[in-house]
């Protein structure tokens, strides 16, 4: 297992894009992780790899911008005359897919239930069908299962994870390990139909009758089977747990932990840095600090604003004076911003790793010229 704080302070994001095998784009809610992702794709795609983004729910124009299907149960390929507007071309490729929880969970009954009989039963059983269908907790689990099996299959040189956008960002992190709670055997054995002796018996019956009335005895049987039927399957899912979580941990794998330069954006990052790196050991390659006014990490002042007022001319307007009293405003607010987002930036900078610096585009990102500007700014950094 890598060390979390072991890449080099100059490793490029080129670098990363070339040699690894999935790069898991990870942060809070809000600071750009989507767009990053699919500019990450647009240049491993740029340097003639095949890449695959696994996105959650892109903004409408940036799913039109990259041509991503929605609702498909599958990765769709972008259009090679969009690519070729994005600058790529053979032998890169890129394809997209927006992850669906319940897609990946019926792929994984169907690939480890006993017979196609029973995979059948458990993917109509309401209880199956509720859990599998739920936002919280599922799409973090489904998301490294989707990037190990696509990684797994050696379709794609690079598989990047647009992480789901979470409140507590280590929850994804933690997904692997999470989900040994939900694998006790012991739940599942209590539930499941048993031939164990008379009192266990007995004690099941009683059981039974108290959740009957308490659920009825429809959504009683709906869980016993459920239980029954995804009992077959603790074996193969928890070893496809350990075998996630060890991926998670190799070096074929980097996070790249993205913040936006707010100081209240930036100090979540750090402590999220901090305790995954404690308490899971993931190799973290560095942090990007997305939609910064500073072009770089460098603890330089900004340039003061020249005088501009002689360029009125002698008998300046009230008309030119006050648009230029408007203008020096904006431009006094920018430089004062542009100062703090190299203070953030250097803060980054201080902590193991790299932090790199993507700009503030003065269009949306899903724009087609503006995103390319951006692949531009990751392949040369």
């Known amino acids: ?40 794709g647009l240049a491993g795609a740029r340097l003639g790899r095949r890449v695959l983004v696994v996105t959650i729910d892109p903004s409408r124009r940036l799913a039109e911008t990259l041509g991503v299907a929605r ?7 972008i259009d090679s005359d969009r690519l070729r507007a994005l600058g790529v071309s053979p032998p890169g490729t890129l394809d997209a897919w927006m992850l669906d929880p319940g897609v990946v969970s019926d792929r994984t009954v169907n690939n480890f239930a006993k017979s196609p009989e029973d995979a059948a039963r ?54 692997p ?6 694998l006790d055997r012991r739940i599942f054995e209590f539930f499941a139909p048993s ?44 070893r496809n747990q350990a075998e996630m979580l060890k991926f998670l941990q190799s070096d074929a794998v980097g996070f790249l932990l993205v913040t936006s330069p707010q100081r209240a954006a930036v100090e979540e990052a750090l402590a999220l840095e901090a305790r995954a790196q404690a308490t899971l050991g993931l190799p973290l390659l560095g942090r990007i600090l997305n939609q910064s006014l500073a072009p770089e990490v460098s603890p330089d002042a900004p340039p003061a604003i020249p005088p501009t007022i002689d ?16 203008v020096l405003a904006l431009a006094v607010t920018e430089l004062a911003e542009e100062a703090e987002h190299r203070s953030l930036a250097a803060s980054l900078s201080q902590a193991a790793g790299r932090t790199w610096v993507l700009p503030r585009l003065r269009t949306a990102a899903s724009d087609l010229e503006a995103l390319t500007l951006l692949v531009d700014r990751v392949l040369s950094t």
């Open 1 to 40: 297992m890598s060390n979390p704080t072991s890449a080099a302070p100059e490793l490029r994001l080129v670098d990363a894009l070339m040699t690894r095998r999935a790069l898991v784009c990870c942060g809070a809610g809000g600071v750009g992780k989507t767009t990053v992702s699919a500019a990450l």
């Open 71 to 77: 609702h498909s149960a599958h990765p769709s390929p």
């Open 122 to 175: 458990l993917l109509a059983n309401p209880v199956y069908q509720g859990l599998s269908r739920l936002t919280a907790g599922m799409q973090e689990y489904t998301a490294v299962e989707a990037m190990h099996g696509f990684v797994q299959e050696g379709r794609y040189d690079l598989v990047i994870l647009d992480t789901p956008p979470a409140r507590n960002a280590l929850r994804f992190l933690e997904a």
């Open 177 to 182: 390990t999470r989900v040994r709670a939900f």
């Open 195 to 238: 031939e164990a002796g008379l009192i266990r018996r007995i004690t099941g019956n009683v059981v039974e009758k108290v959740l009957d009335l308490t659920l009825g005895e429809g959504t009683r049987r709906s869980t016993q089977e459920f239980f029954a039927l995804f009992g077959t399957l603790l074996h193969h899912l928890e």
């Open 311 to 326: 360029l009125l001319g002698p008998t300046p307007s009230p008309e030119a004076l006050a648009a230029l009293k408007a």
